[in-house]
Nanobody, 123 residues
């Protein structure tokens, strides 16, 4: 089993920056895809971005503003968020998955999910 724990979420003003972290434990996930989704109350989970095999894929809504990185050991993934907007307010969820045939953008691709960290962006 893999446990994912996010940190770094807080309140920030529009235009500001935040860095989220996600630490994996339980087993080595260095070969797994790791990334982020976000979710607002009552809404579907929304793909943010994922690190897969050294490549990074982003949702169009965050491209150019958000950056995903990963530590050398591969067990921690980061989400640097710049130029934040009120519409970025969500619970941000860390995800991890072994290889499978679902699209990167689909929530069902990811077997492991963190509990989430709240990001609130005020205007």
């Amino acid at each position: 089993q893999v446990q994912l724990v996010e940190s770094g979420g807080r309140w920030v003003q529009a235009g500001g920056s935040l860095r989220l972290s996600c630490a994996a434990s339980g087993r080595t996930v260095s070969t797994y895809d790791m990334g982020w989704f976000r979710q607002a109350p009552g809404k579907e989970r929304e793909f943010v971005g994922v690190w897969s095999g050294g490549r990074i894929y982003y949702a169009d809504s965050v491209k150019g503003r958000f950056t995903i990185s990963r530590d050398n050991g591969g067990n921690t993934v980061y989400l640097q968020m710049n130029s934040l907007k009120p519409e970025d307010t969500d619970v941000y969820l860390c995800v991890a998955a072994g290889q499978n045939y679902y699209s990167f953008y689909e929530a069902r691709r990811y077997r492991y999910w963190g509990q989430g960290t709240q990001v609130t962006v005020s205007s």
